[in-house]
């Protein structure tokens, strides 16, 4: 079992900075892949992006619509997963969740996480 709680959501101007982070309790943090997905109002939940268990590369993913905007990354002695979102748009406005998928390979996909959080919201004004 791994419990997620997100945190650092908030008002911001378009084209500011926010930086997300969860943090991770109960199992193995360093073994599970960790994801970002956020549900705009109206729509349905979207991947953001995921990066890899360290032993698999720590590598990262991410959707076109935020790729050389956001960044993640990870911290496994803090239990931590962290979105940097920096040239934000009104259009990136959503609740903010992170997930945590056991096993290797590419998750873009919310089946492919076990655990998630409660969300986050972002609000980026125009």
């Known amino acids: 079992q791994v419990q997620l709680v997100e945190s650092g959501g908030g008002l911001v101007q378009a084209g500011g900075s926010l930086k997300l982070s969860c943090a991770a309790s109960?199992?193995?943090?360093?073994?599970?892949?960790m994801g970002w997905f956020r549900q705009a109002p109206g729509k349905e939940r979207a991947f953001v992006g995921t990066?890899?268990?360290?032993?698999?590369?720590?590598?990262?993913y991410y959707a076109d619509s935020v790729k050389g905007r956001f960044t993640i990354s990870r911290d496994n002695a803090k239990n931590t997963v962290y979105l940097q979102m920096n040239s934000l748009k009104p259009e990136d406005t959503a609740v903010y969740y992170c997930?945590?998928?056991?096993?290797?390979?590419?998750?873009?996909?919310?089946?492919?996480?076990?655990?998630w959080g409660q969300g986050t919201q972002v609000t980026v004004s125009s």
């Open positions: 997930a945590a998928g056991y096993g290797s390979g590419i998750k873009g996909e919310e089946f492919m996480y076990d655990y």
């Open positions: 109960g199992d193995t943090f360093s073994s599970y892949a």
């Open positions: 990066i890899t268990q360290i032993w698999n590369g720590g590598s990262t």
